[in-house]
């Protein structure tokens, strides 16, 4: 598993019934790779992941695993039970995933003691390489970087961790603790350079699902330490970028990819598509955006029909 570069946490596709659409799903993912990601990331929160069905999370990451080929896939494990977590996780591993990330379980808040069990038995329920999915903001449970630390020593197969509490001093204040042990990705798409300034070897993105080949350069300046480049790319990208910060993160996220012409904007209740005030300010941004972009080399959607 190389923990590395740009993955994207691929959002799941739904057709005109609000099915799992797997064609669009593998012209996506193979579109993705062809711009230069490294990995997929398969049924995290932007993919929907607590609305998606058992078979249907079974069927996505099979469709992920075949078009990625030798290319990593990683399967994000989130259950309200720790049971139904340690059952995906093995399904994840049999359908050919290279990796896994690691949640809390979505609607349980509590303690170090009981957190640090539930994703204790995940971790050794699998041989696959795992990545820690440290979302404060999000599921309020806080992996604080010695308790990370902790789970680092005890699990040989914890090589990785997405840092998403927007919080850059924490990429630091890991790295303090563990040097270079464990690999760590940036989940929060606005503080990516900083990030990499602290660093960070890789990015858990989103905007990407609309903009691989800006996301893929912006990610390549910042570990080249190219700090004017970086920063004319980062000042267009970060109002859209900042659209990964807030709780519709996902309908926006959808939305841009429609108005890119790589998606559509359709999203399982409870979440519905964006309306009023919201959608007029996301046409602001997205408008400003497209008549500013910046001429960075990609290969067409169109390209990938069919994979």
Known sequence: MNWSGVMPAMTTPFDTNMKVDYGFLAQHAAWQLGNGCQGLVMLGSLGEGATLEHDEKLAILKTAVRV???TPVVAAISSLSTRNAVQLAKEAEDAG??????????????????????????????KLECMLYN???????????????????????LAAVKESSADVRRVMAIREILADRLRIFVGVDDVLVEGVGAGAVGWIAGLVNAYPAESVRLFELAKAGKHDEVFEL????????????????GQLIKWVQEKAGVGSARVRAPRLELHGEELKAATAVFEKALAERPGVSEKPFAEFAGA
């Open 234 to 249: 980062y000042r267009w990208f970060l109002p859209l970028l900042r659209m990964d910060t807030v709780p519709k993160f």
């Open 97 to 126: 995933c290279s990796g896994l990330m690691v949640l809390p379980p979505y609607v349980y808040t509590s303690d170090w003691y009981e957190m640090k069990r539930h994703v204790s038995t995940v971790l050794g329920a699998t």
């Open 135 to 157: 979302n404060p903001v999000a599921y309020k449970t806080d992996f604080l970087p010695d308790e990370i630390a902790e789970l680092a020593t005890e699990h040989a197969n």
């Open 68 to 70: 990625a080929g030798k």
